[in-house]
């Protein structure tokens, strides 16, 4: 069969490669993809902020099947158009995909279906942030509503910080984007912990958990960004806490979901804070994470066409999801300056001329310009590893890193570092 792909990251990067190792598959496409998804599929040009041009690439190419990598393209309604057309599509729709494009939306449905989460309120103004503000002791978490590619989420050790957030956030002056809505919410302490799960519309099925890491600086310092690294290993849920997730977070918005007449289909990756008063729900992501996902499929042992055919076919309870053991890791290397203002076009050098079995280099942001590979975005590279366990997962990631230099390359050292620490 023929599959594509939309989008042009890491993750994209990831699931062309989980596809060309597919039995069921002969051909990938990939609309628009980046310099290393050219490596080893076909690229075609798409915006994928416009819902129009990528209709029009799938109805020229006639996949038996599209995958849908990024948020922006599910909050635009793409399943819905290419399900209206009769065309094979693996996500939720632009309803069901409210879950993660808006923040308000996500706590209120928490709310209405006794998911548990951190203690909330949604304004709609700077003077209702500012009596709301009152009711929250500090620190507080400032949350941007809408999409913010994993930069609208401010931790503020003040009332003045919270007030400046929200002011940034409705003026469009924070993330270039005015919101209509703010979330302030109570800040939960413990440990983060991403879960994925196959939804199908009426069953929830787990695939594996991750750990991602926002900060941009070691020790978790410094500003949020999309992501800096992951890791994914046996240990880190129990067999009864992954039962409960599933059931208690995963299973609920599947039923919560369908009893509002929006069946949620695709991945529902769940952000989980492990509490002192147990498991609490950060946020909802309504596709695969990056960079969990590069982490996640290089483990994978399942074939992810089955995974994306069960999700459509609502038949995810029947399929027997399957995890190489030990441990996997994906390391970032950024350009310098990210999460802020960076220069693209920097030769990337040293990097692999094959794969091996237990490291692959994905692409996040690069392209090909005269013949050579360069960067072109925040995150440039997603180092990847997968061994029996974490600490040579990441000397693996690490020797391989350590090969590879461009201008400015930036990344964490300490990817991990909490799964090491004694406890």
Same mark, same amino acid.
């Given at each position: 069969m023929k599959v594509l792909v939309i989008g042009g990251g890491g993750r994209e990067h990831a699931l062309v490669w989980s596809l060309l190792k597919s039995p069921q598959v002969d051909q990938v496409v990939c609309a628009p993809g980046n310099g290393g998804i050219a490596q080893i599929a076909r690229c075609i040009p798409v915006d994928v902020n416009n819902l129009d041009s990528m209709v029009q690439v799938v109805e020229a190419e006639r996949p038996a099947l599209t995958v849908i990598g990024p948020e922006v393209p599910l909050s635009l309604g793409i399943v819905d158009e290419l399900t209206?057309?009769?065309?094979?599509?693996?996500?939720?729709?632009?309803?069901?995909?409210?879950?993660?494009?808006?923040?308000?939306?996500?706590?209120?449905?928490?709310?209405?279906?006794?998911?548990?989460?951190?203690?909330?309120?949604?304004?709609?103004?700077?003077?209702?942030?500012?009596?709301?503000?009152?009711?929250?002791?500090?620190?507080?978490?400032?949350?941007?509503?809408?999409?913010?590619?994993?930069?609208?989420?401010?931790?503020?050790?003040?009332? #003045? &910080?919270?007030? =400046?957030?929200?002011a940034e956030m409705f003026s469009g002056a924070l993330l270039g984007?005015? /919101? *209509?809505?703010?979330?302030?919410?109570?800040?939960?302490?413990?440990?983060?912990?991403?879960?994925?799960?196959?939804?199908?519309?009426?069953?929830?099925?787990?695939?594996a958990s991750a750990q991602d890491h926002k900060r941009v600086g070691e020790g978790d310092t410094g500003p949020n960004t999309g992501g800096m690294g992951a890791y994914s290993t046996d240990g880190l849920t129990t067999t009864a806490m992954r039962d409960w997730?599933?059931?208690?977070?995963?299973?609920?918005?599947?039923?919560?979901?369908?009893?509002?007449?929006?069946?949620?289909?695709?991945?529902?990756?769940?952000?989980?804070?492990?509490?002192?008063?147990?498991?609490?729900? #950060? &946020?909802?992501? =309504?596709?695969?994470?990056?960079?969990?996902?590069?982490?996640?499929?290089?483990?994978? /042992? *399942?074939?992810v066409v089955d995974l994306c055919n069960a999700s459509i076919d609502g038949t995810a309870d029947a399929l027997d999801i399957k995890m190489h053991p030990g441990a996997s890791?994906?390391?970032?290397?950024?350009?310098?300056?990210?999460?802020?203002?960076?220069?693209?076009?920097?030769?990337?050098?040293?990097?692999?001329?094959?794969?091996?079995?237990?490291?692959?280099?994905f692409h996040s942001g690069t392209a090909i310009k005269g013949g050579q590979l360069v960067t072109a975005?925040?995150?440039?590279?997603?180092?990847?590893?997968?061994?029996?366990?974490?600490?040579?997962?990441?000397?693996?990631?690490?020797?391989q890193l350590a090969k590879i230099s461009f201008d400015g390359m930036q990344f964490r050292r300490d990817i991990g570092h909490r799964a090491l620490e004694p406890r």
């Open positions: 209206r057309r009769n065309l094979r599509v693996f996500g939720p729709t632009q309803a069901a995909a409210r879950l993660e494009s808006s923040k308000a939306f996500a706590k209120e449905f928490m709310q209405r279906h006794g998911i548990p989460t951190a203690a909330y309120a949604v304004c709609t103004s700077l003077d209702e942030v500012r009596n709301q503000l009152s009711h929250f002791t500090l620190p507080v978490v400032v949350k941007a509503d809408g999409l913010a590619a994993g930069k609208g989420v401010v931790i503020c050790e003040t009332r #003045l &910080e919270a007030e =400046t957030a929200a984007t005015t /919101e *209509t809505e703010i979330v302030l919410e109570e800040f939960l302490t413990g440990e983060e912990l991403s879960f994925f799960a196959l939804c199908d519309g009426k069953h929830a099925a787990a695939i997730l599933t059931e208690s977070v995963a299973q609920k918005v599947v039923d919560g979901m369908a009893s509002e007449g929006t069946p949620f289909k695709g991945i529902l990756f769940c952000g989980i804070m492990m509490t002192p008063r147990g498991p609490m729900v #950060l &946020e909802f992501n =309504t596709r695969f994470g990056d960079p969990e996902t590069q982490a996640i499929l290089l483990r994978m /042992e *399942t074939d890791v994906c390391v970032i290397a950024a350009s310098g300056g990210y999460p802020g203002k960076y220069a693209s076009g920097k030769l990337i050098q040293g990097l692999p001329a094959q794969p091996s079995e237990n490291v692959v280099v975005g925040g995150r440039v590279l997603a180092i990847t590893s997968m061994a029996p366990d974490l600490r040579d997962a990441l000397d693996l990631a690490y020797a």
